[in-house]
Protein backbone atom coordinates (compact mmCIF):
# COMPACT_ATOMS: atom_id res chain seq x y z
CA UNK A 1 0.00 0.00 0.00
CA UNK A 2 1.60 3.38 -1.02
CA UNK A 3 1.20 6.60 0.66
CA UNK A 4 1.12 10.09 -0.04
CA UNK A 5 2.27 11.76 2.73
CA UNK A 6 5.81 13.94 2.24
CA UNK A 7 8.98 12.65 4.50
CA UNK A 8 9.93 14.92 7.61
CA UNK A 9 12.05 17.47 6.87
CA UNK A 10 15.28 17.82 8.75
CA UNK A 11 16.15 20.89 10.62
CA UNK A 12 18.80 23.08 8.67
CA UNK A 13 22.28 23.80 10.33
CA UNK A 14 22.22 27.59 11.54
CA UNK A 15 25.98 27.06 12.74
CA UNK A 16 26.52 30.05 10.37
CA UNK A 17 26.92 33.75 10.96
CA UNK A 18 26.62 35.28 7.00
CA UNK A 19 24.46 34.53 4.41
CA UNK A 20 23.79 36.05 0.74
CA UNK A 21 20.40 35.37 -1.00
CA UNK A 22 20.70 35.57 -4.87
CA UNK A 23 17.18 34.96 -6.36
CA UNK A 24 15.82 36.91 -9.58
CA UNK A 25 13.23 39.58 -8.78
CA UNK A 26 11.65 41.38 -5.92
CA UNK A 27 9.09 39.19 -4.09
CA UNK A 28 11.07 36.17 -5.06
CA UNK A 29 12.20 35.90 -1.30
CA UNK A 30 8.89 37.09 0.05
CA UNK A 31 6.78 34.10 -1.12
CA UNK A 32 7.71 31.48 1.57
CA UNK A 33 11.26 32.41 2.37
CA UNK A 34 11.36 35.87 4.49
CA UNK A 35 10.15 34.42 7.37
CA UNK A 36 13.27 32.01 7.67
CA UNK A 37 15.29 35.21 7.11
CA UNK A 38 13.58 37.29 10.09
CA UNK A 39 14.72 33.94 12.28
CA UNK A 40 18.16 34.11 11.40
CA UNK A 41 18.62 37.79 11.63
CA UNK A 42 16.49 37.56 15.19
CA UNK A 43 20.06 35.55 15.93
CA UNK A 44 22.25 37.99 14.78
CA UNK A 45 23.08 37.00 11.25
CA UNK A 46 24.29 39.16 8.85
CA UNK A 47 22.01 38.40 5.78
CA UNK A 48 22.06 40.37 2.42
CA UNK A 49 19.85 40.23 -0.48
CA UNK A 50 20.58 40.47 -4.20
CA UNK A 51 18.32 40.93 -7.17
CA UNK A 52 19.53 39.86 -10.23
CA UNK A 53 16.81 42.14 -11.95
CA UNK A 54 14.38 45.06 -10.77
CA UNK A 55 11.03 43.00 -11.74
CA UNK A 56 10.54 46.05 -14.26
CA UNK A 57 8.48 43.92 -16.45
CA UNK A 58 6.02 42.85 -13.42
CA UNK A 59 3.15 44.58 -13.60
CA UNK A 60 1.18 44.97 -17.02
CA UNK A 61 -0.39 48.44 -16.46
CA UNK A 62 3.52 49.89 -16.00
CA UNK A 63 6.35 50.84 -17.73
CA UNK A 64 9.43 49.15 -16.87
CA UNK A 65 10.90 52.48 -16.26
CA UNK A 66 7.91 53.34 -13.79
CA UNK A 67 8.04 49.35 -12.30
CA UNK A 68 11.40 49.08 -11.86
CA UNK A 69 12.27 51.84 -9.28
CA UNK A 70 8.98 51.12 -7.38
CA UNK A 71 9.30 47.89 -7.40
CA UNK A 72 13.34 48.50 -5.58
CA UNK A 73 11.56 50.45 -3.14
CA UNK A 74 9.19 47.71 -2.20
CA UNK A 75 12.02 45.28 -2.11
CA UNK A 76 13.74 47.64 0.53
CA UNK A 77 10.81 47.70 1.99
CA UNK A 78 10.14 44.22 2.67
CA UNK A 79 13.90 44.08 4.08
CA UNK A 80 13.46 46.09 6.80
CA UNK A 81 10.44 43.78 7.86
CA UNK A 82 12.64 40.95 8.15
CA UNK A 83 15.74 42.51 9.09
CA UNK A 84 17.38 42.54 6.21
CA UNK A 85 20.06 45.98 6.05
CA UNK A 86 21.84 45.16 2.74
CA UNK A 87 20.02 44.89 -0.70
CA UNK A 88 22.20 45.01 -3.95
CA UNK A 89 19.90 45.52 -7.42
CA UNK A 90 22.36 43.83 -10.24
CA UNK A 91 19.81 45.58 -12.63
CA UNK A 92 19.96 42.83 -15.43
CA UNK A 93 16.80 42.68 -17.88
CA UNK A 94 13.60 41.43 -16.46
CA UNK A 95 11.65 37.91 -18.02
CA UNK A 96 14.70 37.50 -20.42
CA UNK A 97 17.67 36.05 -17.83
CA UNK A 98 19.73 33.58 -19.60
CA UNK A 99 21.89 31.02 -18.31
CA UNK A 100 25.51 31.93 -19.24
CA UNK A 101 28.91 33.73 -18.35
CA UNK A 102 27.40 36.71 -17.86
CA UNK A 103 24.86 35.80 -15.34
CA UNK A 104 27.56 33.40 -13.57
CA UNK A 105 30.10 36.56 -13.70
CA UNK A 106 27.54 38.78 -11.99
CA UNK A 107 26.61 36.93 -9.50
CA UNK A 108 30.50 35.38 -8.57
CA UNK A 109 31.22 39.05 -7.87
CA UNK A 110 28.62 39.54 -5.44
CA UNK A 111 29.57 36.34 -3.62
CA UNK A 112 33.32 37.64 -3.58
CA UNK A 113 31.91 41.03 -2.17
CA UNK A 114 29.88 39.40 0.46
CA UNK A 115 31.80 36.49 1.49
CA UNK A 116 28.70 34.37 3.14
CA UNK A 117 28.86 30.78 4.25
CA UNK A 118 25.68 30.14 2.92
CA UNK A 119 24.12 31.03 -0.34
CA UNK A 120 20.33 31.37 -0.33
CA UNK A 121 18.16 31.05 -4.10
CA UNK A 122 14.96 30.04 -5.26
CA UNK A 123 13.62 26.81 -5.92
CA UNK A 124 15.05 26.58 -9.86
CA UNK A 125 13.15 23.22 -10.75
CA UNK A 126 11.26 22.90 -13.43
CA UNK A 127 8.22 22.99 -11.10
CA UNK A 128 6.99 23.64 -8.03
CA UNK A 129 5.61 20.46 -7.57
CA UNK A 130 2.91 18.54 -9.67
CA UNK A 131 1.83 20.96 -13.06
CA UNK A 132 2.81 24.42 -11.43
CA UNK A 133 5.57 25.48 -14.11
CA UNK A 134 8.34 27.57 -13.00
CA UNK A 135 9.47 30.64 -14.71
CA UNK A 136 12.84 31.17 -16.49
CA UNK A 137 13.92 33.53 -14.81
CA UNK A 138 14.21 31.61 -11.55
CA UNK A 139 15.65 28.75 -13.70
CA UNK A 140 18.49 30.33 -15.10
CA UNK A 141 18.99 32.05 -11.51
CA UNK A 142 19.55 29.42 -9.33
CA UNK A 143 21.44 27.00 -12.21
CA UNK A 144 23.65 30.40 -12.29
CA UNK A 145 23.96 30.41 -8.49
CA UNK A 146 25.23 26.80 -8.24
CA UNK A 147 28.22 27.88 -10.50
CA UNK A 148 28.89 31.05 -9.21
CA UNK A 149 29.36 30.38 -5.93
CA UNK A 150 32.39 27.49 -7.37
CA UNK A 151 33.70 30.63 -9.52
CA UNK A 152 33.78 32.82 -6.90
CA UNK A 153 36.46 30.19 -5.36
CA UNK A 154 38.85 30.31 -8.60
CA UNK A 155 40.84 33.13 -8.98
CA UNK A 156 41.38 32.62 -12.38
CA UNK A 157 38.02 32.53 -13.34
CA UNK A 158 36.58 35.91 -13.80
CA UNK A 159 40.31 37.37 -12.72
CA UNK A 160 39.11 40.56 -14.37
CA UNK A 161 37.43 41.50 -10.72
CA UNK A 162 39.71 40.65 -8.71
CA UNK A 163 41.14 44.62 -8.38
CA UNK A 164 40.45 47.14 -5.65
CA UNK A 165 40.89 44.34 -2.82
CA UNK A 166 38.39 41.85 -4.10
CA UNK A 167 39.63 37.96 -3.26
CA UNK A 168 38.67 35.19 -4.39
CA UNK A 169 36.02 32.92 -1.83
CA UNK A 170 35.76 29.56 -1.88
CA UNK A 171 34.10 29.77 1.80
CA UNK A 172 30.22 28.90 0.64
CA UNK A 173 29.10 25.87 2.60
CA UNK A 174 26.08 25.27 1.09
CA UNK A 175 23.73 26.60 -1.38
CA UNK A 176 19.84 26.77 -0.20
CA UNK A 177 16.98 26.34 -2.44
CA UNK A 178 13.91 27.98 -0.84
CA UNK A 179 10.36 26.06 -2.09
CA UNK A 180 11.82 23.53 -4.21
CA UNK A 181 9.76 20.06 -4.71
CA UNK A 182 12.56 18.00 -3.91
CA UNK A 183 13.37 19.91 0.30
CA UNK A 184 14.41 17.45 2.71
CA UNK A 185 15.14 20.67 4.97
CA UNK A 186 13.62 23.02 6.95
CA UNK A 187 13.16 26.11 8.56
CA UNK A 188 11.28 26.18 12.05
CA UNK A 189 9.59 29.84 10.95
CA UNK A 190 6.63 29.76 13.95
CA UNK A 191 7.73 32.75 15.45
CA UNK A 192 8.61 34.77 12.85
CA UNK A 193 5.65 34.17 10.34
CA UNK A 194 4.09 37.34 10.77
CA UNK A 195 7.52 38.80 9.75
CA UNK A 196 7.27 37.13 6.62
CA UNK A 197 4.02 38.02 6.13
CA UNK A 198 4.57 41.95 6.36
CA UNK A 199 7.44 41.47 4.23
CA UNK A 200 5.10 39.90 1.74
CA UNK A 201 2.59 42.60 2.13
CA UNK A 202 5.31 45.35 1.50
CA UNK A 203 5.18 44.70 -2.43
CA UNK A 204 1.54 46.24 -2.24
CA UNK A 205 2.16 47.60 -5.96
CA UNK A 206 2.78 44.34 -7.20
CA UNK A 207 0.53 42.05 -6.02
CA UNK A 208 -2.03 44.71 -7.31
CA UNK A 209 -0.99 44.40 -10.21
CA UNK A 210 -1.30 40.87 -10.70
CA UNK A 211 -4.65 41.15 -10.40
CA UNK A 212 -5.26 38.63 -8.32
CA UNK A 213 -9.04 38.82 -7.07
CA UNK A 214 -9.01 38.36 -3.10
CA UNK A 215 -5.25 37.85 -2.64
CA UNK A 216 -4.40 37.46 0.87
CA UNK A 217 -0.63 36.99 1.58
CA UNK A 218 -1.34 36.18 5.36
CA UNK A 219 -3.55 33.15 4.16
CA UNK A 220 -1.33 32.45 1.12
CA UNK A 221 1.86 31.89 3.54
CA UNK A 222 -0.16 30.02 6.07
CA UNK A 223 -0.92 27.77 3.46
CA UNK A 224 2.55 26.10 2.60
CA UNK A 225 3.80 27.04 6.00
CA UNK A 226 1.56 24.64 7.67
CA UNK A 227 1.60 22.37 5.29
CA UNK A 228 5.28 22.55 5.40
CA UNK A 229 5.36 22.65 9.16
CA UNK A 230 3.94 19.27 9.62
CA UNK A 231 6.36 18.03 8.35
CA UNK A 232 8.59 19.55 11.06
CA UNK A 233 6.37 19.06 14.01
CA UNK A 234 5.85 22.61 13.99
CA UNK A 235 3.22 25.50 13.31
CA UNK A 236 4.89 26.90 10.29
CA UNK A 237 7.68 26.72 8.32
CA UNK A 238 9.56 26.57 5.09
CA UNK A 239 11.06 24.40 3.04
CA UNK A 240 15.06 24.15 1.00
CA UNK A 241 16.55 22.10 -0.73
CA UNK A 242 20.48 21.93 0.09
CA UNK A 243 23.17 21.16 -2.17
CA UNK A 244 26.97 21.02 -0.62
CA UNK A 245 29.54 22.89 -2.22
CA UNK A 246 33.58 22.33 -2.11
CA UNK A 247 34.67 18.85 -2.74
CA UNK A 248 32.72 15.84 -2.39
CA UNK A 249 29.81 17.98 -2.40
Request: aromatic share 8%.
Amino acid sequence: MTTDTPPPLEPLAEDWERALCVVAHPDDMEFGAAAAVARWTGQGKQVVYCMVTSGEAGIDGMTPSEAGPLREEEQLAACREVGVDSCDFLRLPDGVLEYGVALRSAIAREVRLHRPEIVITGNFRDTFGGRNLNQADHIATGRAVLDAVRDAGNRWVFNEQLVGGLEPWSGVREVWAANSPDAEHGVDTTDTFDAGVASLEAHRAYIDGLGWEDFDPREFLEGFGRQTGQRMGVAMAAPFEVFPMGWGG
